[in-house]
């Protein structure tokens, strides 16, 4: 278990937080289908379908994949899945149950892994989608666009030098 602060930690995500890692999935897609005319049950078929296919993509794509469960005060809260090669560390996927956000909880999580990638002396990388809100929290930590992958930005942070 990973601690930044007293009320805030990561841990390594088990075979039993399947369905709770879903729900977070969920959780972050369902305001795309509202407008959808499908029934909630189709809803929920469709994006558990999606979440299985993110889930083999991130493994097929990062085989070194750290799948991270954040607690807020004992409380599943999010999660954050990361790796790391010999040149970068790359934030793959966060995201916080809508319970959690706003507080607050993201700024520390990015916070924590910069300051492990500016430990390592290394980049971190992520890619978030153009319209989403998290692009604003990204800017302001200090991370820049890289690449421009049309529904995706590749963005980057590099520690200040001191």
Not at 12 to 25: F, T
Request: net charge negative.
């Amino acid at each position: 278990m990973l601690e930044l602060g007293p009320d805030l930690c990561l841990r390594p995500a088990q075979a039993s937080d399947e369905s709770l890692l879903q729900q977070i999935y969920l959780s972050t897609r369902s305001t795309e289908l509202q407008t959808v005319p499908w029934s909630a049950q189709q809803k929920q078929e469709f994006l558990s379908f999606q979440a299985a296919a993110q889930e083999r993509h991130y493994r097929q794509t990062y085989p070194d994949i750290e799948q991270l469960v954040v607690e807020y005060r004992g409380v599943p809260a999010g999660r954050l899945y990361r790796s790391q090669d010999m040149l970068e560390h790359r934030l793959i996927d966060v995201a916080l149950l809508p319970a959690f956000t706003g507080q607050g909880l993201g700024t520390r999580l990015l916070e924590g892994e910069m300051g492990r990638a500016g430990a390592a002396g290394k980049q971190l990388r992520l890619h978030v989608e153009r319209h989403n809100p998290a692009r604003r929290l990204y800017e302001r930590l200090g991370f820049v666009m890289t690449e421009d992958q049309g529904v995706y930005l590749a963005m980057t942070w590099n520690q200040s030098p001191a």
